[in-house]
């Protein structure tokens, strides 16, 4: 077994250790097909009582009594248990099972064993997965189980009363007890109810970190960015999201762009949100609109305007001002409203 991945063979051998310690065949038996290990389907309380002649709760009884007398014999700690403590604590002492098993290079196809082994030993505790989050596994004598659920909350409370994304530091801040930074990020991404997206954490129903739509996805790069993009450059940096598992094409990014009433297209093919102050319409639109707040104004100032809110030529705006019949100079280079008085 090298230190970075554990096969089949060598976590096969060491449950075996372990279901050694048992005296009964039934308590092994139990065991087995409770967790789907060693090739057998998981099964039921119901269907083991039946092949036994046993109630469900005997069952239930038997397994309980089977894990716990596993767990309290003293053994040396082999080379697996070894290696999966490590790689928790290497983490702060708290991991998402699933994690953990990309962390030791496992088969997917292992996870009923992984479970199981984790489920032997002693100095772990496997918090089983609910609707709050995906199933933990930490080192009891660095986080105590009773805190995951306070941390966890408080992590949400905070995000709730910040009403934005955020980065880890802020709601390390917040947690009422003290845990190792790397913990808290395995927790967050265990969380049903929190998202990470690019470092940035929300509650999981935010677009921001958790865009499901081709609209939020626009939303959350041109938000991220900060500045107006071409719909080609908005569709590539889509494609390379780590929550956009479908491939996303240029044309469907560009229809939504059109579709949606947040994007401005402010020049052949640039589009800007409208709450940086963009507003859609032709550039003579726009010039009037800035004459109407204000007027006369110099074609010096018009274009200032204009080129703030779109991204168009300087000639398009003079050609609109000097063949438009809605604008009039009243002066050298300064313009108003025709009807203005």
Known sequence: MSQQNINQSDLGRAIDAHLELLKKDRERDVLIRRHGIKNIPAQTLEQIGAD?????????????????????????VD???????????QNGGLMQLSLLQAALELDPALSPELYFFVKLQPELVLIEKNDNHDSIVLIESAIKPASVAEIHQAAID??????????????????PASIDPKALEQLLSASAKIANLEAHYGLSHWPEVNPKSIRDKIYFVLKKMGRPMHFSDIADYIQNLKTNP?????????NELIKDKRFILIGRGIY??????YQAGTVADIIEEILREES???????????LARRQVKVTTIALNLQEKPQFERVSKATYRLRDAQ
Not at 52 to 76: F, N, W, Y
Not at 246 to 254: D, M, N, P
Not at 272 to 277: D, V
């Open 52 to 76: 036994l002649g046993v109630t469900r709760e005997r069952v239930r009884q038997i397994e309980k009594a089977a894990l716990a007398r596993i767990r309290s014999q003293k053994r040396p």
């Open 79 to 89: 080379a697996i248990t070894g290696r999966i403590n490590e790689t928790i604590a």
């Open 158 to 175: 905070t995000l709730k009363s910040l009403k934005k994304p955020t980065k880890l530091d802020k709601i390390i801040d917040a947690v």
């Open 246 to 254: 479908k491939k996303v094409t240029t044309q469907a990014v560009h």
């Open 272 to 277: 800007a949100l409208a709450e940086w102050g």
């Open 296 to 306: 006369p104004l110099s074609k010096d100032e018009i274009v200032r305007r204009v």
